[in-house]
């Protein structure tokens, strides 16, 4: 089994920054992408910021200059740098890993949220 566990939420004023930290533990051979999403209420389930191994990161045309994405492959954790937050970027957001358990066994864990609200 895997475990995927966000953490970083809260309140935070427009203009603020937030920084969302995500960690996988468990069975764990090889981690292949990592990102972040996020669900407004109302809305669909959107990716905010994705990386995989090797490759540079892509963004949201939403979050593009505010929000920077980066991974510890040591640790098995992604992170994402929020700042200039707006009230729109208010959501739970999800820390979503491509993994493989085993040479030839892929799995995509989702960990449970984390709420970000911006507001005054």
């Known amino acids: 089994q895997v475990q995927v566990v966000e953490s970083g939420g809260g309140l935070v004023q427009p203009g603020g920054s937030l920084r969302l930290s995500c960690t996988a533990s468990?069975?764990?051979?090889?981690?292949?992408?990592m990102g972040w999403f996020r669900q407004a209420p109302g809305k669909q389930r959107e990716l905010v910021a994705s990386?995989?191994?090797?490759?540079?990161?892509n963004y949201a045309d939403s979050v593009k200059g505010r929000f920077t994405i980066s991974r510890d492959d040591a640790k098995n954790a992604v992170y994402l740098q929020m700042n200039s937050l707006k009230p729109e970027d208010t959501a739970v957001y999800y820390c979503?890993?491509?993994?493989?358990?085993?040479?030839?066994?892929?799995?995509?864990?989702w960990g449970q949220g984390t709420q970000v609200t911006v507001s005054s």
């Open positions: 990386i995989r191994s090797g490759d540079t990161a």
């Open positions: 468990g069975s764990i051979f090889s981690i292949t992408g």
């Open positions: 979503n890993i491509d993994l493989f358990t085993s040479p030839t066994t892929p799995l995509g864990s």
